[in-house]
């Protein structure tokens, strides 16, 4: 079993839909999750990092962590035709002091479509 | 700002030569992390570079990759004698010390044929 699980997809929505990305870990030493969106051939992009379980939000996009559950989401909300990209799923635990390694899911393909 | 840069963006390269991949990370950010991603295994930890402390070498696949950071900024990612399975994006980001958020580079896209 892997540590992140992610399901790839692809996921399409129309435009204005709310879209709800998923990943489960099982790596209790995680306390650090990130979202990152990646355009075709770019770098990956932070959107939202979170340290605690509830919910943190940012304009169209809310991310939210379940510990107990080892569950993290994110939604966006007004979904639009910019946002179809893939989008990743990252976790840290702190290691040596500083060293915030990322584990990250496989990523998820998402299609808005106007 | 500039943020972090990679060169080149593509490379190709033949079976058993060596390849070195550059990393220029944000001015200021003292932490510098490389990560390799392929279609199979996704996004993967390589290594990882703080200041002057010695580096966290626990994601390198195998001794024919290394890399090095001089003065504190540029990286260098090396692969000696390229395998098939080496071809991936290898991407780069870097972080201000103590912080959790990193930014990415666009990749060095590498193909060996």
């Known amino acids: 079993q892997k540590e992140v699980e992610q399901d790839p997809g692809p996921l399409s929505v129309p435009e204005g839909a709310i879209v709800s990305l998923n990943c489960t870990y099982s790596n209790s030493a995680f306390q650090y999750f990130m979202w990152y969106r990646q355009y075709s051939r770019k770098g990956p992009e932070l959107l939202m990092y979170t340290y605690s379980s509830g919910n943190k939000e940012d304009g169209r996009f809310t991310a939210q962590v379940d510990k107990s559950s080892k569950y993290i989401s994110l939604f966006i909300r007004d979904s639009q035709p910019s946002d179809s990209a893939t989008y990743l799923c990252?976790?840290?635990?702190?290691?040596?002091?500083?060293?915030?390694?990322?584990?990250f899911g496989k990523g998820t393909l998402l299609t808005v479509n106007p | 700002g500039a943020g972090v840069s990679q060169s080149p963006s593509n490379k190709v390269t033949e079976k058993g030569k060596d390849v070195e991949l550059r990393c220029d990370p944000i001015?200021?950010?003292?932490?510098l992390y490389w990560y390799r991603q392929s279609l199979g295994q996704g996004l993967e930890f390589l290594i990882y570079?703080?200041?002057?402390?010695?580096?966290?070498k626990s994601g390198l696949p195998s001794d024919r990759f290394s890399a090095e950071r001089t003065g504190g900024s540029v990286s260098t990612l090396t692969i000696q004698r390229t395998q098939q399975e080496d071809s991936a994006v290898y991407l780069c980001?870097?972080?201000?010390?103590?912080?959790?958020?990193?930014?990415f580079g666009p990749g060095t896209r590498l193909t060996v044929l």
């Open positions: 990252a976790m840290s635990a702190i290691s040596g002091g500083s060293n915030y390694k990322l584990t």
């Open positions: 570079f703080q200041g002057n402390s010695a580096p966290d």
């Open positions: 001015s200021g950010h003292t932490a």
């Open positions: 980001a870097s972080s201000l010390a103590g912080a959790v958020e990193q930014f």
